[in-house]
């Protein structure tokens, strides 16, 4: 071969790629012949395989140069045009253009005025001529609205995905990942990562780029994300030593020397495939990353892009049928019913007004039909037709979707501050809902700083650390080299960051509990580790939750072989068969001194809220045993010593756990520990109160007591022991994925139990993954952790739950207070255009001021009361569960009552304002009348009823006092201060566009004051008790299974719309779509991209590998055999509250070979619950 030296470096680019497209002993082959072994090819690309690289930024810069970034480009966010251009594909708008259009057209048409009088128009020219002049003002004044809401959408969308791509940033810079440079570990962001550096990779990381394995310890890695291969991938320097990003490291630890980043790397090649192959179809695609290693920036959203394809899409797809989350499934069907009336409604007005009309001039009047005057009735035509319009306008309430986009907007800003990471949109609002909460407990709970603080060594039970001089040479020796050689080398003690302060844990908590052990016993155990670096050690077990230990064997100077083994102190006792005494001689240790020890030593330790962890250790002086034999192997074990490592629970927990009590969420703990211990910790955190009646259980108890006689879960089994369960120790992450899944689908109760679960290891991802709401640690969490979670706790701590609570539950009644005042709005204005068209042939309220009190109006309501901080009363009631209406009754009571105050108003206005006022009345006014200051004052008391309502709709649980707290929200001060002063200017100075006149200083007066009457109204109403009205409906349920069930066959995807449409067939309604469209942009945006792109099959994982957080792509299931019948039926159903797919073969049916705690059971991931709608697809098996 050819040697390209580019640079001075021994290899070019395109003989790394070429390299790291091999696999196993392909691979091996050609790192051996071609260049000599990895230790060569370090060599060539100039870097220590044990130093690292020097960190000399000119050598760094060259690396990037040479070979590249680390980062994937990204694809650029769409322009401000492109939003405005999707805002226009609104129908509402469109027909609202077109009949501007026409109105403008026709205004222009002058006929001769005797003509005028052969079509015997009473009303046809007006006395002012430069007043006909002027007609043409509603048609341009109708297209200025509509501009204005237009701009107004794509600025909202343009604003998000500004803000979004912000928040994306932070994460990404966030991702580190350990490199180590002139001998040093170092945290490295993944975008500085270059060619030739050293990375540290352990349990739990995401691979950031391509490399091959200098030294490993039992290294597994999960390579589904590229393969589609379900079985882990056993790495080695002998038989696989190839490393590729993207991948999940799954077991064991090692060192790797970077061969490939960025779009060099084996993700990045596959996404500049996807760029060339698919083109325009890649731009739905998101090539966005958080957690992932890659530090690919985040994507533009899609708000309508996808839209034209998905008609094909959908057909192309098989796709199991995905739901929509529970708020927007909720939302969809209000929207289509409002819509759907409103669409009625305008139908009957238009009709009603073109015959009244005809019936009137052709029938009554018997006038003939005139050519030269048909453009003056199609003028009439088209007035009547606009106001049909306004009608349909008015109803379809378009603040809607504005109102929920920011509000959840809103609330994931204001999160991160309360350190919550919003990953998926969904979440936000699904844990308002949250009636049950498994949490972990170290690092949740308790502070994650763990000490040793008893131990039991030769035959005594010391109560604080013994002094060195009280134990054997022989005895301190071997607890040191126990503690020191058999713990990640990653795992250290640093010096405190400020004097005086706690030294600085790095890397396992627990491990830096025993490395502190040895430094209380004044022995250092850096000089053991240099003694014994990693490349010597012989074989390492690392832990895993199967193991629950972790063992290391290093070679004896005098020939043989010694294993030091520590962990969970039952299970390692369990093990032994000999025990260190007082002198450090070996003595023979039998059950029956073993559960004297658990008796008096270990109980005692864990029932003060200690975890014990026991340190043996084992001699292997014939010969070399099969290492690959583990029971053989962790048997006849030599007891040292049991150490009791305290960690104390958070201050705050306490009283965070008290207030999810009050606001009826049940919190259970589920935990590794042994049960005393868990059971200690529970009573102090508050989870278990003495007297009451609760369940406490170890993983096993609780198998065997939910498991039926094959090993199956049965669900009324499990049903007789959730509600009782507080704590569930020694559990396996399969056990907590069981529970999880058993509250989810079990029907004890009224309501589906919503379900949040926080977990920071790598086998928490299938449970993360199945609950509604997954929350992962920041600090302590592995990659694998945040990328199945929905949720980021940044400080790891419980009571941050508690604030996403607060903010979820805000969320909803911030929709609600906008829905009361929406509606309100919607009903009045309907019934007043409507009635008023039938009976005076003119709707009181113009097209224009329609669209002044629904567009513009509605969006600053929506921006202002979907900003209402959140208030700790939030946390005083119950959660509101899944099937809760949007609209409750009380909430009905507050529309329809303040419909009644303003129809009556409105009413009293129109038919006998002129003279109360006693002005000249506007009804009945000719075509292109100048506007009255009848009329006017109608509009102007409409729209100050509207803004002290919009005062009123910030209560909804029928508090009396509407202005608590309203000071704390200046954008609802500034909001009602600028529509009022709009308000004025647009009657002052509006003129003919608003169709509005001045009015006088008492006129004002007069509709302030009727304005002001609305509070007045709000109390009256709220004094009436809502159960004294049997009549009132609640509205917006959300869809119910049966119907899901029953309409949904042959749909790919659930959208409540689509169902409504089917029963009433009103097919053009599809326009009316706007709704969803908005609630896509909102979902587009944040959270997944909603619909599937079409591949080639074989590429299918590779798709899916890099999913990133906020953008999922949904993929085709691949179909396994796995799946019996009854979970075929259920794949239609996937989660609530989360959009991230899970990583091809990320949750599957592991095989127990490769040491894994998940069984079979696990495919059942993909099975949840009809009334789990949600916008996401869960790929896992």
């Known amino acids: 071969m050819v040697e390209s030296h580019e640079g001075d470096f021994g290899c070019s680019v395109m003989d790394l790629r070429k390299l790291m497209e091999l696999r196993s002993s392909d691979g091996i082959n050609q790192i051996n012949v071609h260049y000599g072994g990895v230790m060569n090819l370090c060599s060539r690309l100039k870097t220590d395989p044990v130093e690292g690289l020097s960190g000399n930024p000119a050598d760094l810069e060259k690396r ?17 045009l492109e939003l405005v251009w999707e805002a226009l594909q609104d129908v509402t708008l469109i027909i609202l253009e077109i009949a501007a259009i026409i109105s403008l057209v026709l205004s222009f048409y002058r006929p001769p005025g005797e003509e005028n009088k052969q079509c015997g128009l009473p009303v046809s020219s007006p006395e002012d001529e430069g007043e006909a002049e002027a007609g043409w003002i509603e048609g341009a004044a109708i297209l200025f609205s509509v501009i204005i809401v237009v701009l107004v959408t794509a600025f909202n969308d343009w604003s998000k995905e500004k803000q979004f791509r912000g928040l994306q940033n932070r994460i990404e810079k966030e991702q580190k990942f350990s490199v180590i440079r002139n001998g040093h570990i170092i945290q490295l962001p993944v975008a500085e990562i270059v060619v030739g ?140 019913q409002i819509g759907k009336a409103g669409l009625i409604m305008s139908a009957i007005t238009v009709l009603i007004l073109i015959l009244y009309f005809v019936i009137d001039n052709f029938v009554i009047r018997r006038r003939p039909w005139l050519s030269e005057c048909t453009p003056i009735y199609i003028q009439y035509f088209v007035k009547f037709f606009i106001i049909g319009i306004t009608v349909l306008v008015v109803a379809v309430p378009e603040g809607l979707p504005l109102a929920v986009t920011i509000s959840l907007a809103y609330s994931v800003k204001k999160m991160m501050k309360d350190n919550n990471l919003v990953r998926h949109l969904d979440a936000c609002e699904t844990m308002g809902n949250a009636t049950a909460i498994c949490s972990d407990k170290t690092g949740t709970l308790t502070m994650n700083r763990m000490t040793v603080v008893q131990a039991y060594i030769g035959d005594t039970h010391y109560h604080q650390i013994p002094s060195p001089d009280t134990l054997m040479p022989k005895v301190l020796d071997l607890i040191v080299n126990g503690i020191s050689i058999n713990s990640a ?158 960690d104390p629970v958070r201050p705050e927990v306490p009283e965070a756990i008290a207030k999810c009590k009050r606001a009826g969420i049940t919190v259970r703990m589920v935990t590794g520990d042994n049960i005393n211990t868990a059971r200690a910790i529970a009573t102090k955190c508050g989870i278990v109160t003495p007297g009451d009646d609760f369940l406490c259980l170890e993983g096993k108890e609780f198998n065997r007591l939910i498991r039926n006689e094959k090993g199956e879960v049965e669900q009324e089994k499990l049903d007789k022991i959730w509600p009782k369960l507080r704590v569930l120790a020694r559990s396996s992450p399969t056990d907590k994925h069981t529970l999880v899944k058993g509250i989810i689908d079990s029907t004890v109760g009224e309501q589906r139990q919503v379900v949040a679960v926080t977990g920071d290891g790598t086998n928490d991802g299938p449970a993360l993954k199945k609950a509604d709401v997954g929350f992962a640690m920041g600090i302590a969490g592995t990659d694998v952790a945040k990328e199945a979670s929905d949720i980021i706790l940044t400080d790891d701590n419980f009571t941050s739950i508690v604030k996403a609570v607060m903010w979820g539950r805000n969320v909803y009644d911030s929709i609600s207070k906008f829905l009361q005042f929406q509606l309100t709005v919607n009903v009045v204005a309907v019934i007043v255009a409507f009635t008023g068209a039938c009976i005076t042939q003119d709707s009181p309220l113009k097209a224009v001021q329609m669209l002044w009190v ?66 000249d009345s506007g009804r009945k006014a000719p075509l292109h009348s100048p506007p009255s200051q009848h009329y006017t004052i109608i509009f102007n008391t409409f729209v100050l009823m509207q803004l002290f309502n919009e005062i009123n709709s910030r209560k909804i649980h029928g508090e009396r006092n509407v202005f608590a707290g309203i000071f704390r929200n200046l954008i609802f001060c500034a909001v009602v201060l600028g529509t009022f002063i709009s308000q004025i200017l647009i009657v ?194």
């Open 64 to 80: 990037k140069q040479v070979f590249g970034q680390n980062f994937i480009p990204p694809k650029k966010p769409k322009t401000f």
């Open 197 to 336: 550096d050293i990375a540290q990779i352990k349990y739990g990381d995401l691979l950031p780029a391509d490399g091959i394995l200098i030294q490993g310890n039992d290294l597994k890695i999960d390579e589904s994300s590229l393969t589609g291969e379900s079985d882990h991938v056993k790495k080695s320097l002998e038989r696989d030593p190839m490393l590729l990003s993207g991948t999940h490291v799954m077991e064991g630890s090692g060192r790797m020397v970077v061969t490939a980043v960025g779009i060099n790397s084996q993700t990045g090649i596959i996404f500049t495939l996807l760029g060339a192959s698919e083109g325009e179809e890649e731009e739905k695609k998101k090539k966005a990353k958080t957690q992932d290693g890659v530090a690919l920036e985040i994507q533009p959203l899609n708000s309508q892009e996808g839209i034209d394809n998905e008609e094909k899409e959908k057909k192309a797809a098989k796709l199991p049928k995905k739901e929509k989350s529970v708020l927007q499934g909720k939302l969809t069907r209000l929207a289509v």
């Open 489 to 646: 080398y990653t795992s250290k003690i640093l010096p405190p960051e400020k004097e005086g302060g706690l030294p600085r844990q790095v890397g396992n908590k627990t491990e830096c509990a025993l490395l502190g052990f040895v430094t209380d016993l004044k022995q250092d155990y850096h000089a053991v580790r240099n003694e014994v670096p990693e490349e010597k050690l012989y074989k390492v077990y690392t832990f895993n939750s199967v193991r629950k230990s972790m063992s290391t064997v290093i070679e004896k100077p005098s020939g043989g072989y010694r294993m030091y083994s520590k962990g969970a102190s039952e299970i390692i006792l369990r093990k032994c068969n000999r025990i260190l005494d007082k002198k450090g001689e070996v003595m023979p240790f039998k059950n029956k001194d073993r559960d004297e020890m658990v008796r008096t030593v270990i109980e005692p330790m864990a029932s003060e809220g200690l975890r014990t962890i026991c340190i043996a250790y084992r001699d292997f002086n014939d010969g070399e045993p099969t290492w690959d034999n583990e029971n053989e192997i962790l048997t006849e074990l030599t007891c040292i010593a049991v150490v009791g490592i305290e």
């Open 854 to 919: 629904n567009l513009i109006m509605d969006t600053f309501a929506s921006l202002a009361l979907a900003t209402e901080p959140p208030t700790e009363s939030l946390l005083k009631r119950r959660p509101y569960g899944r099937n809760k209406p949007l609209i409750s009754r009380t909430m009905m009571k507050n529309i329809l009552g303040h419909a009644v105050y303003q129809l009556t108003v409105i009413f009293f206005l129109v038919f006998a304002g002129e003279k109360f006022f006693d002005i």
């Open 988 to 1181: 002052e100075f509006g003129g003919k566009p608003f169709s509005c006149t001045k009015l006088t200083l008492s006129q004002w007066f007069w509709c302030l004051f009727i304005g002001i009457g609305e509070l007045l109204w709000g109390q009256i109403i709220s004094t009436i008790p809502t159960q004294s009205l049997k009549f009132l409906k609640e509205a917006g349920h959300g869809t119910t299974k049966e119907e899901i069930t029953k309409d949904a066959e042959g749909l790919d995807e659930i959208d409540h719309a689509e169902m409504e449409l089917r029963r009433g067939q009103i097919l053009w309604f599809r326009g009316l779509n706007r709704i969803q469209t908005q609630i896509k942009v909102v979902k587009a945006f944040h959270s997944s991209l909603h619909e599937s792109i079409q591949k080639p099959k074989n590429q299918n994982s590779i798709h899916n590998f890099m999913t990133h957080p906020e953008f999922a792509i949904d993929e085709e299931v691949p179909r396994t055999p796995l799946l019996d019948e009854h979970e075929e039926e259920n794949l239609d159903t996937p989660k609530a509250g989360t959009g991230v797919l899970l990583l091809d073969g990320e949750v599957t049916p592991y095989a127990n070979k490769n040491n894994n705690a998940v069984d079979c059971s696990q495919v059942q991931i993909v099975a949840s619950r009809s009334e789990s709608p949600l916008h996401s697809l869960e790929t896992s098996v």
